[in-house]
């Protein structure tokens, strides 16, 4: 695929994204290729929708985490930093594209799985939504541990160090009825929208409404994506 | 002159090593090309790192344009052009995205962009590579697009880390016609190198740094008429020699090889190359070509510091 060159740091990610014909296969598929056995097998519901929710929290985690440390590796990403860009544009950019491009390699699997289980349109809606949501917070979090790390391996380690509370917290596999703290600490989780949500699609019921799939995760993504931004002098900054 | 930089008093040192630079003051006017010499680990590099605000310094202050580089950054940002001593690019993007990306951040408008990068292309021998992706280019190619990138936009100050290391000949021409085409128009350059020819030929000032302090600035003439009375006696060996009875002889100062050639530093004497000749023959040297050259600044440096200017010297 033939783009203009690129202008603007998203654009520059767009380009890069479209322009490895193989690399862009793979993305497309890998989401495709563990999603739709899963929701055209006879699995329990909640692990359909827990398999649903792993692979969106690692395509963003891992996605923003990967591509960011090896830009600083490279020192290029410093280099941009060295232009007149506002820092904080470029990080809000690098997570914005990062999540659309994610978004994008997950949404044939989710109209897949639409398809293999009809909900209304209020919860196809919801659970697309929560999933986007859900991209939102892992970025935010791959950017984030980008702050103390430059290796990618590292990213993986750390990222596994916050993700596995953040993944007990949302009930994916346990604690799906937690009392207490641990139910007000699931309120403020984006993944634990996208786990209902997804539950619904695959035919449980939970206690979670389309209203607050739409509204709590808004709020927790905007808050993340406020903070992580503000680490952008610290994450442009030369690595010595 | 009016001053496009203005730094004074910068230190800024590693944390770890203890490295980097301390109490350096300078000051660049529009249109002057301003050279900084010193080997590796000098502080070149540093200095300029903070030049460019990738560093905060230590302490002291700089301002570029008028625009304080602590306080205005972004400000500062627009208005250097910078090609640090390692460029990188998007190695799956082409040259000529990286480079329309880079006059874009630097807020070229698409149109003059495209011509500008165009007219660059060609005078580094680059256009017919332009499409190519950054990551199949050789060192030399990525140093003249990193070049490219630096002045495109027409910076205020150019800041040049080892700018022609790498670069075939043509391209060296044709970078020091567009370094000196940018200083016609107005733009204060940084050169840092430890090319002393490059840095002869360029530079209207020269500032010598070691071990992070900053020794000597003047003119390259009156830094190199300050040795008046000394010698540079080049003299290509066919063998590589022993050759420390030539230090011996009375009046050299220091020898020091750079490739297949033995360069011996030393006080001017009636006699004295005779006897540089024949403490080489009887050192073993067998004498391919020899000269007798008037000094330079690395001899400048040598004088200042007894330390080699590169690190292939002994």
């Given amino acids: 695929m033939r783009l203009n060159p690129p202008d603007a740091y998203w654009k520059k990610d767009v380009a890069l994204f479209f322009g490895k014909r193989f690399a862009l296969v793979i993305k497309m598929i890998y989401p495709l290729a563990i999603i739709v056995p899963v929701a055209a097998s006879g699995i329990p519901a909640r692990y359909a929708a827990a398999v649903v929710g792993i692979v969106a929290i690692m395509a963003g985690t891992f996605g923003a985490g990967e591509s960011l440390t090896s830009d600083l590796n490279d020192g290029i990403l410093a280099r941009v930093a060295l232009t007149p860009l506002s820092p904080y544009r470029i990080v809000f950019e690098i997570l914005a594209v990062n999540v659309v491009l994610d978004f994008l390699q997950l949404l044939p699997a989710l109209f897949v799985v639409y398809f293999l289980h009809p909900v209304s349109l209020v919860w196809v809606c919801a659970a697309t939504f929560a999933v986007f949501a859900t991209l939102v917070a892992a970025n935010c979090i791959g950017v984030f541990i980008a702050n103390f790390t430059s290796s990618p391996a590292d990213v993986l380690l750390y990222a596994t160090a916050i993700l596995s509370p953040l993944i007990y917290a949302s009930g994916f596999f346990r604690n799906a009825n937690p009392m207490g703290g641990l139910a007000t600490l699931r309120d403020f989780v984006p993944f634990a929208y996208a786990n209902d949500a997804l539950k619904t699609v695959f035919g449980l019921t939970t206690g979670t409404t389309p209203l607050e799939t739409f509204i709590y995760p808004t709020i927790t993504c905007a808050v993340l994506v406020v903070l992580v931004c503000l680490t952008a002098p610290r994450l442009l900054s030369q690595r010595l | ?314």
Wanted: hydrophobic share 40%.
């Fill in chain 2, 1 to 314: 002159m009016p001053a496009t930089l203005e730094a004074k008093n910068i230190t800024c040192l590693y944390k770890g090593s203890g490295r980097g630079v301390t109490d350096v003051s300078l000051a660049v006017g529009r249109g002057e090309i301003f050279g900084l010499v010193g080997p590796n680990g000098s502080g070149k590099s540093t200095l300029l790192r903070v030049l460019s605000t990738a560093l905060a310094p230590d302490s002291g202050s700089f301002s570029i344009g008028g625009a304080d580089g602590l306080a205005e950054r972004r400000e500062v940002r627009a208005r250097i052009g910078l090609m640090v001593d390692r460029p990188t690019h998007y190695g799956d993007l082409s040259g000529w995205a990286n480079a329309f990306f880079f006059a874009r951040a630097y807020g070229m408008e698409e149109e003059k962009a495209n011509g500008t990068l165009a007219e660059l292309f060609d005078c580094f021998a680059l256009a017919e590579y332009a499409h190519d992706k950054a990551k199949t280019y050789s060192y030399g190619m990525g140093k003249k697009l990193a070049l490219i990138e630096a002045v495109a936009h027409g910076p205020e100050l150019l800041l040049l880390d080892e700018p022609s290391l790498g670069l075939d000949y043509t391209s060296q021409l044709a970078y020091q016609r567009k370094v000196r085409e940018l200083a016609g128009a107005g733009a204060g350059v940084v050169l840092a190198s430890n090319q002393v020819d490059e840095v002869e030929a360029l530079c209207d000032r020269v500032a010598f740094l070691h071990k992070g302090r900053m020794l000597v600035e003047g003119t390259p003439e009156k830094l190199v008429s300050s040795l008046r009375g000394v010698k540079r006696i080049v003299a290509t060996l066919r063998n590589p020699v022993e050759y420390a009875p030539v230090g011996e002889v009375a009046g050299v100062e220091r020898v020091a090889t750079e490739g297949r050639n033995l360069v011996v530093h030393c006080e001017d004497r009636p006699g004295l190359v005779a006897d540089v000749v024949a403490g080489i023959v009887e050192a073993g040297g067998d004498i391919a070509e020899l000269s007798v050259r008037r000094p330079n600044l690395e001899d400048v440096f040598v004088k200042l510091t007894g330390e080699a200017l590169r690190s292939d010297e002994a």
